[in-house]
């Protein structure tokens, strides 16, 4: 069975860091790219940063850029994503995905509906 297993949230206050963790099971990893998108209450799924396997690139969203990296350990079939600068407008769950790598990624990765497989989620919360 596929699964993504998405950890290490939890709460912090503004300005702190946290580290999320997305390991993969079931499928070759190394053909998938991980996306990380997070919800808030009352808003759309918005796409936060991808790993792009097939070049070894990071894209990001322009809200967290500069403050958040993502990386993976393929050995370990685990993304990270390293949040630093936490802000309450970063406050939501976060789920991480797995799409097979295609062409022209760098351009489609926020795309949501595109990705095969999801994780459960797991919630930030971020007090001011």
């Known amino acids: 069975d596929v699964q993504l297993q998405a950890s290490g949230g939890g709460l912090v206050q503004a300005g702190g860091s946290l580290r999320l963790s997305c390991t993969a099971s079931g499928f070759i990893f190394d053909h998938y790219s991980i996306g990380w998108f997070r919800q808030a209450p009352g808003k759309e799924r918005e796409g936060v940063s991808c790993?792009?396997?097939?070049?070894?690139?990071?894209y990001y969203s322009d809200s967290v850029k500069g403050r958040f990296t993502i990386s993976s350990d393929n050995a370990k079939n685990t993304v990270y994503l390293q949040m630093n600068s936490l802000q309450p407008e970063d406050a939501a769950i976060y789920y991480c995905?797995?799409?097979?790598?295609?062409?022209?990624?760098?351009?489609?990765?926020?795309?949501?509906?595109?990705?095969?497989?999801w994780g459960q989620g797991t919630q930030v919360t971020v007090s001011s």
């Open positions: 995905a797995a799409i097979k790598t295609p062409l022209g990624l760098e351009f489609s990765w926020p795309e949501d509906r595109l990705y095969d497989y």
């Open positions: 790993f792009d396997n097939g070049v070894s690139s990071s």
